[in-house]
Nanobody, 126 residues
Framework: VQLQASGGGLVQAGGSLRLSCAAS????????MAWFRQAPGKEREFVAA????????YYADSVKGRFTISRDNAKNTVYLQMNSLKPEDTAVYFC????????????????????WGQGTLVTVSS
């Protein structure tokens, strides 16, 4: 089982990036998935989550209205569209998947998720 995050890079403040997380080894079409981020010297923090069929989403207050999480179950991929980026969004972004099937709960802590990708670095310059 592998989650491969990609799409990070260097962008100016106000710019946009789209992160992708492709799953392999098994399907995650019945699992909730999420994005977290970790800045240097800080704890990993929740960014956004999406339920198994894409019908529900949940965002951290710091990204609400700027970021959009979505998924394409046919491609076994989850996305994070990031707009109006700020320097404080600079971090390594990780995707994660919950092992529970068709769960009605969208967790917002790292302990809620069982599978993790390797992370992709997003740097926002001022």
């Amino acid at each position: 089982v592998q989650l491969q995050a990609s799409g990070g890079g260097l962008v100016q403040a106000g710019g946009s990036l789209r992160l992708s997380c492709a799953a392999s080894g098994r399907t995650f079409s019945t699992n909730a998935m999420a994005w977290f981020r970790q800045a240097p010297g800080k704890e990993r923090e929740f960014v956004a989550a999406i339920n198994w069929n894409g019908g529900r989403t949940y965002y951290a207050d710091s990204v609400k209205g700027r970021f959009t999480i979505s998924r394409d179950n046919a491609k076994n991929t989850v996305y994070l569209q990031m707009n109006s980026l700020k320097p404080e969004d600079t971090a390594v972004y990780f995707c994660a998947a919950d092992r529970s099937l068709r769960s009605t709960i969208l967790g917002h802590t790292p302990l809620s998720y069982d599978y993790w990708g390797q992370g992709t670095l997003v740097t926002v310059s001022s």
